[in-house]
């Protein structure tokens, strides 16, 4: 055992960072600089960090959950307004289904809460969302096929859906055509290659989970230094100091069990990498909630308006967490594991 | 992408032989004690399964083989850890942090003639650290050592002193300089327990087990001055570094024993699933998540000290992780088992009941989040 990051990951975190750090928001305001945010796409679009789960040979990744991971993590932390998860998970189904690559930018539409894979059986279900859907001209659906479930894309509805202000979803229009992908090559998607997806997706949350608790601590605790109250820094204090504290430790317990989720996708079984990404996705789910509202508690009045980044992280949280499910879903899945209650279907 | 250093969290061949034996071993020498928080019993039996864990290769291990270790990296204290709770065996004993204290401070002399016996199990320790009115103020500490010729005479009165009962030794913190300030009169002792001017009398536990916790009195207890761990004056820094080792969760074998206790409670859940409603179930859901992630934190601590981190005020991070864990499982089977116990077995009520010392034990919470406030996030001073 050694969970320590290769120097490779470590550089592409600090490619990462630095583009974020240059491009990123770094006020609300910033969020409305068009021209900032295409340069930051393009930017990431040159990366090639949307492209880390297409095969290289056969269903062989380029890259493992660990690098998707480290991009996630740092796209977090810098509340990154440009599409990740989306594109990388679109492009690690059709990895798994043998599909070609897809045409132009496309996403994955979620269904049920975004607690999965929207399944277009007939039609497409009510309240079918595609996530991070920013630049994408389509998102990836399942059709239910012989052996499990066959891949067809969707067009979307205008941008805008969601609470995140940095990753919009667009909706699905239930009457919308779901087409077929087909190419050479191309199988059904077995339960465990979508136990082994959505591993992957609840690891890529987790990571922008840790990744938005550090940049809010961060945030927080750069705020409690500078803001006086009683003549004295309200950091001194230690109800704030005990606030901050806290948070930082769920922020840390939330990396290592993100790591070991991020690792599992490629390294264990797909029910095992899905056990680990469950673990992984309750923990952080339940410490961002409470890291990004002690963010915004710390802020006093400021933190609750909107000039303050503070909501922009909670936001991004938010999605984060509801996208393949939070805590109580992701509770099912570990005791489903434990051999406690049916998974529900929750794949 | 990639390399050969890259994240990995399963075993090295090594590492995977060493796992293997050990499960075998296990198959013929798992005592079958209690789980520790609960039952006099499994301190009745610690020593014997201390011993006998050490005489099969598996205590100890990473610690250097001048004292009775196998210089094993710190990675194999958490097989062992998850071995032992795979099994239903009884957590690692837990007594990493004092050997780290005197390997960091007392010479060689001092070092031979005590380690073995920690390390092999054959010597029973406890540590003289809290007195009544020195608990998160340490450094105010009243009890004194006095020097008489080659001896030292200590008085005072020691507390919350573990497994005093059953200890041959005690690693005491005496105020040796009345001059000094504070933090700097005191030094620490390796003081013979079975003698006249020492009594130890046991603190029965909110959960009713009377064999863990302790206060010691001495009065006129005596202890050769050869018997100092470092040097005079030396006691305080000894101290922080014992604290320090005590603050996480792998120096203690607890992820082991949390394991253990979470793997018996998923047990009871689904031998008999109608009798569980869904908010006790979530709470052992809790409980899972919490304790494999203190099982994947330990992981990750243990890999940064390959680069080697040394032990800083991470340690009160892994210490309030290792709180809530233990304070989840806690909760976990108060809900199952708890309060609405009929008969006589209260275990899971004795379990929920010890966790609550968790929190105070080896520094309390408060004091763990001052440490992160100022020393991690280095927020100004109160």
Redesign the interface.
């Known amino acids: ?9 470590l550089a ?1 975190r600090d490619s990462v960072a630095q583009v974020v750090d240059r491009l990123g928001p770094h006020a609300v305001r910033d969020l409305d600089d068009a021209e900032r945010a295409a340069r930051l796409d393009a930017a990431v679009a040159a990366s090639g960090w949307r492209e ?1 789960r297409v095969p290289v040979e056969g269903r062989v990744p ?3 959950g ?2 998707a991971a480290v991009v996630a993590e740092e796209l977090g932390r810098g509340m990154a307004d440009t599409p990740f998860l989306g594109p990388t998970l679109a492009a690690d189904l059709r990895r798994s289904a043998g599909a070609p690559p897809a045409g132009a930018a496309e996403t994955v539409a979620l269904s049920r809460s975004l607690l999965a894979a929207a399944v277009v059986d007939g039609s497409v279900p009510s309240g079918t969302v595609a996530v991070d859907a920013r630049g994408a001209t389509g998102a990836l659906v399942l059709v239910p096929a012989d052996g499990g479930h066959a891949l067809a894309a969707v067009a979307l509805g205008p941008l805008g859906v969601g609470t995140d202000l940095t990753r919009p979803g667009a909706a699905v229009d239930p009457a919308s055509v779901a087409i077929p992908v087909e190419g050479p090559g191309v199988r059904p998607l077995t339960d465990d290659d979508l136990d082994a997806w959505t591993a992957l997706g609840l690891a890529l949350d987790c990571a922008d989970l840790v990744g938005t608790m550090r940049g809010a ?1 961060e945030l927080a ?1 750069g705020y ?2 500078d803001r006086r109250q009683f003549g ?2 309200i ?4 109800a ?3 606030l ?3 948070a ?2 769920v922020m ?6 993100a ?2 989720a ?3 996708v490629d ?1 264990l079984s797909p029910g095992e990498a899905l056990a680990a990404a469950a ?2 996705k ?2 952080c789910a339940r410490a961002a909630r409470t890291v990004c509202e002690t963010t915004i508690q710390v802020h006093g009045g400021t933190g609750n308006t909107w000039e303050c980044l503070a909501h922009v992280f909670l936001r991004r949280a938010l999605l984060s967490t509801d996208v393949l499910g939070g805590e109580g879903a992701n ?2 899945r ?2 489903a594991h ?4 049916g998974d529900r279907g929750l794949r | 992408m990639g390399s050969a250093v890259t994240v990995d969290f399963g075993d090295a061949p090594d590492e995977h032989e060493f796992r293997l034996r050990l499960r075998a071993w296990l198959d013929d020498h798992n005592p079958g004690l209690p789980a520790s928080s609960t039952d006099d019993e499994y301190w009745s039996g610690q020593a014997a399964w201390h011993q006998s864990l050490f005489d099969g290769g598996f205590f100890g291990v990473t610690w250097p083989t001048a004292i009775g270790g196998q210089g094993l990296a710190s990675v194999y204290d958490v097989i062992v850890d998850e071995e032992l709770a795979a099994a239903g065996a009884p957590a690692r004993p837990s007594l990493g942090y004092l050997v780290e204290g005197i390997l960091e401070h007392a010479d060689d002399e001092v070092q031979a003639r005590f380690l073995p016996g920690i390390v092999n199990g054959r010597d029973r320790w406890c540590q003289g650290f809290s007195e009544p009115d020195a608990g998160s103020d340490l450094a105010s500490l009243r009890t004194r050592a006095d020097r008489d010729g080659d001896e030292y005479v200590v008085t005072g009165h020691k507390v919350w002193t573990s497994y005093s009962d059953d200890a041959e030794w005690c690693l005491v913190l005496a105020r040796t300089d009345h001059e000094a300030a504070r933090h700097k009169g005191i030094s620490a002792f390796a003081l013979p327990m079975r003698q006249p001017g020492v009594e130890q009398r046991p603190l029965p536990m909110i959960n009713g087990i009377t064999k863990e916790f302790g206060e010691v009195l001495f009065d006129g207890a005596r202890v050769p001055a050869a018997n100092m761990i470092g040097r005079p004056g030396e006691g305080w820094p000894l101290a922080m570094t014992i604290v320090s080792h005590e603050r996480e969760p792998h120096e203690l074998g607890f992820a082991g024993r949390y394991a253990k206790q979470v793997k018996d409670l998923v047990a009871e859940v689904r031998g008999d699933p109608g009798r569980f409603g869904a908010e006790q179930v979530r709470d052992l859901a809790w409980a899972i998540v919490e304790t494999e992630m203190l099982r994947l934190h330990v992981c990750r601590r243990l890999s940064d000290r390959l680069d080697g981190i040394v032990h800083g005020p991470e340690g009160s991070v892994d210490k309030l992780l290792m709180t809530w864990t233990e304070q989840a499982v806690g909760h976990a089977a108060l809900s199952i088992g708890g309060a609405r116990a009929t008969g006589s077995d209260d275990t899971l009520m004795k379990v929920y009941l010890y966790s609550r010392a968790q929190s105070v034990m080896g520094g309390t919470s408060q004091i763990q989040r001052n440490l992160v406030a100022s020393r991690i996030l280095h927020l100004p001073a109160p």
């Open positions: 055992m050694d969970v320590r990051l290769s120097s490779e990951q592409l880390l380029l890259a493992s660990v690098e601590v605790v409690a230094s004295r820094p950091g001194s204090f230690q704030v100091q005990h901050l504290a806290d930082h430790v840390e317990g939330s990396r290592s069990a790591r070991h991020a690792w599992a390294a673990v992984a309750a923990y509770l099912d570990v005791l434990h051999g406690i209650g």
